[in-house]
């Protein structure tokens, strides 16, 4: 079976720094990827990590530790713009489909 | 490129009817991905096409869901007998086939309302 947690919620200030984390269990585990959802609109991939470490993308950067089953997204210098849903997904081995989390609802305020 | 398309947009239907869901995804993209989304969780896998292959199927899809993707361009999603329990947001999302299925395009879903 495969199961996400992520904080439902996170709040802050423009220009912060904020790290949204990821938790799984999964069967035949083979990576992690982060999205992104505008209140009404559309997920957008963000970043995908399947070997330990950090992965640097602009403002945003994700990291995965496979041996603590962990993983985090952190969106820096941030923007009105960057409220929004994040979810974490997981791959598995053998599968195409990607298993999301609940999301983490991010407000950022002036 | 003009990005996964879906139609229609929202639909409105009575208990018990038909319903028909299309998407069209990205013309270099091979995979293709049928989820359902409702508020306030991540999207839930529903199925998988690889070209006009289905490949993959959740559990959650049950035998009045049925998906088809003839040609191995657009596909198309019918629920029969509709349940207030289907209302969500249908969303499909397309892939090439290098990305391992990791970076997903989504369209912008269709939302359906069972009255």
């Known amino acids: 079976g495969q199961s996400l947690e992520q904080p439902s919620e996170v709040t802050a200030v423009e220009g912060a720094i904020v790290q949204i984390n990821c938790t799984y269990q999964?069967?035949?585990?083979?990576?992690l990827s982060w999205y992104q959802q505008h209140d009404g609109g559309a997920p957008t991939f963000l970043s995908y990590?399947?070997?330990?470490g950090l992965e640097e993308t602009g403002r945003f950067s994700s990291f995965l530790s496979r041996s603590d089953s962990y993983g985090y997204l952190l969106l820096q210098e941030l923007q009105m713009k960057d409220s929004a849903s994040y979810f974490c997904?997981?791959?598995?081995?053998?599968?195409?489909?990607?298993?999301f989390g609940s999301g983490t609802r991010l407000q950022v305020q002036p | 490129d003009t990005g996964v398309s879906q139609n229609p947009r929202h639909k409105i239907t009575k208990r018990g009817q038909n319903v028909t869901f299309r998407c069209d995804p990205i013309?270099?993209?091979?995979?293709l991905y049928w989820y359902r989304q409702t508020l306030g969780q991540g999207p839930e896998f529903l199925t998988y096409?690889?070209?006009?292959?289905?490949?993959?199927k959740s559990r959650l899809l049950s035998d009045r869901f049925s998906a088809e993707r003839p040609k191995g361009s657009f596909s198309t999603l019918e629920i029969q007998r509709t349940e207030q329990g289907d209302s969500a947001m249908y969303l499909c999302a397309s892939s090439f086939r290098d990305t391992l299925g990791y970076e997903q395009y989504f369209g912008p879903g269709t939302r359906l309302t069972v009255t």
């Open positions: 999964t069967s035949g585990f083979y990576g």
């Open positions: 013309s270099e993209h091979n995979r």
């Open positions: 990590n399947a070997l330990d």
């Open positions: 997904a997981v791959s598995a081995t053998g599968r195409r489909a990607l298993t």
């Open positions: 096409f690889q070209n006009e292959a289905q490949l993959e």
